[in-house]
Nanobody, 114 residues
Framework: EVQLVESGGGSVQPGESLRLSCAAS????????MNWLRQAPGKGLEWVSQ???????DYSDSVKGRFTISRDNAKNTLYLQMTSLKPEDTAVYYC????????RGQGTQVTVSS
């Protein structure tokens, strides 16, 4: 059974940083491209970033230069380092299989507010 468990969210002020983690199990993690998605209050699911099994990454324009996606295939863990956070980054963040956005974790809340 595929399991994805996000952690690391919290409440921060604008300009601060957070590091999200996603523990994966139940599949060959190193072989799978992974996404971070987010859903802001009252809005749809938004793609944030993707990383291939080999570490090639891509970002949405809204986070490019501020967020860094990475993975540790030995630990079956996906990360999202978020810096220079803005109020518009407030959302529930999910890790998901790139091939199937419906296969994602329960999410972790990130709130950016002064």
């Amino acid at each position: 059974e595929v399991q994805l468990v996000e952690s690391g969210g919290g409440s921060v002020q604008p300009g601060e940083s957070l590091r999200l983690s996603c523990a994966a199990s139940g599949f060959a993690f190193s072989d799978v491209d992974m996404n971070w998605l987010r859903q802001a209050p009252g809005k749809g699911l938004e793609w944030v970033s993707q990383i291939s099994g080999l570490g090639d990454s891509d970002y949405s324009d809204s986070v490019k230069g501020r967020f860094t996606i990475s993975r540790d295939n030995a630990k079956n863990t996906l990360y999202l380092q978020m810096t220079s956070l803005k109020p518009e980054d407030t959302a529930v963040y999910y890790c998901a299989l790139a091939m199937d956005a419906s296969t994602r974790g329960q999410g972790t809340q990130v709130t950016v507010s002064s």
